[in-house]
């Protein structure tokens, strides 16, 4: 694994909005960056990304199947008691899940640890699966990379695949906060690549979800919305106006609510304490076990409900070296070990490992100054030499 410096393409920016990357740029700073890109070799990319990315999804799968119908489970999760059954019976009727991405830890050195599984509403896919393959065709058309470099990306391909089996017959709407740049266009996104799987869609924001008398969900036209991909976390739908009707109501939902076990940051001490000593596995307990002692006063403390970094720290001998505000940490905390991400001429790089049907097929870059991987952080992207 390497960082390396090369030439950014002149028509970069013309090229991103011209496919519809409208957020290359956020507040006046690159979040698309080119002007390096990391760099692995093939069997680093198979045997210390691909295969433990599957394995941690197994393993998480296996943790679902234990904590669905367990009260003590969920009770730790903090998931609300009222939905129990929702969860449960998604998972019994098999639903199924479009995409995931697993955050790691990797410096080429040791073996990935996972840092957390963005299960429910992962973002970055379309830079992940189109733009940053782009750069690698004209990268290389450009002789800015070798001739012979590759990337480890089907993520477009298996989308469209995965849709095709998901959907069926049924229409597909597309349902988030539409005026967030980011999330509008990865709901554009996952939009096109189903039209490509043959899907009638319709994309419209979360807000503009009606609810009918008879307890079915409808869109702005009334129609019924039978299946529909949500970028909006369980567990705030769990809380919304309309959270109270998610039971009854005939709606499937991608992803699917089994996924609310996983979205949480509680899993991370769940997988730990099934899975001990698993090698991409770090030490992890919940804040208010007495076994969070082991951890010493080095660690990373996360909300157990938490998006883009916010309200975690970082302590090393008991001093916090970082600290992120946000509005998180009312449902408590988990401790995990402290695993230093590396550090490439002062960039701190955290790996997205995407998995689309469960299928690994991607990988994306974010990385920062701050050892913390925020909603800022660069986006780089990576190549197989």
């Not at 001490?269 to 006063?297: C, I, K, Q």
């Not at 695993?339 to 701190?348: D, E, S, V």
Request: charged fraction near 25%; aromatic fraction near 12%.
């Amino acid at each position: 694994m390497q960082r390396i410096e090369c030439p950014e393409r002149d028509d970069w920016r013309a090229t991103a909005e011209k496919s519809g990357f409208d957020f290359h740029t956020i507040d006046g700073e690159r979040y698309w960056d080119e002007r390096a890109y990391y760099a692995f070799t093939l069997e680093e990319i198979e045997r210390q990304i691909e295969e433990p990315t599957g394995e941690i999804d197994a393993m998480c799968l296996e943790l679902v199947s234990h904590a669905i119908d367990d009260e003590n489970y969920l009770r730790r999760l903090k998931i609300p008691e009222a939905f129990w059954d929702l969860i449960s019976q998604s998972w019994h009727r098999d639903e199924a899940s479009l995409y995931g991405r697993l955050d790691l830890k990797f410096d080429g050195k040791g073996p990935a640890k996972l840092l957390e599984y963005n299960a429910d509403t992962p973002t970055s896919i379309f830079e992940a699966a189109v733009f940053q393959w782009t750069w690698l065709e004209q990268a290389i058309e450009r002789n800015i990379i070798p001739k012979r470099a590759d990337q480890f990306n089907s993520i477009h391909e298996r989308l469209i695949e995965t849709w095709a089996k998901l959907a069926g017959e049924h229409p597909l709407h597309l349902a988030g906060m539409t005026e967030n740049t980011e999330d509008a266009g990865t709901l554009a996104y996952l939009e096109d690549t189903a039209a490509q799987a043959g899907l009638k869609t319709t994309l419209l924001d979360i807000e503009e979800i009606g609810l009918r008398d008879d307890g079915q969900f409808v869109d702005l036209d009334d129609r019924p919305i039978e299946l529909v991909f949500k970028l909006y976390p369980w567990e705030w739908m769990f809380h919304d106006a309309f959270g109270k009707n998610l039971a009854k109501a005939p709606t499937r939902w991608i992803e699917p609510p089994w996924k609310a076990i996983l979205s949480n940051k509680g899993i991370l001490p769940l997988l730990w304490e099934m899975f001990p000593n698993h090698p991409n596995l770090l030490p992890a307990y919940f804040e208010d076990d007495p076994r969070v002692a082991s951890l010493g006063t080095s660690f990373v403390r996360k909300p157990i409900y938490s998006r883009e970094g916010a309200n975690v720290a970082l302590v090393s001998a008991g001093i916090t070296l970082v600290a992120q505000e946000g509005p998180y940490g009312a449902e408590g905390f988990v401790r995990q070990a402290l695993a230093p991400l590396p550090n490439f001429a002062g960039q701190y790089p955290v790996l997205g490992s995407w998995l689309v049907d469960h299928t690994p097929c991607g990988l994306s870059i974010r990385e920062d100054e701050n050892p913390v991987t925020g909603n800022a952080s660069r986006f780089l992207p990576h190549a197989i030499l």
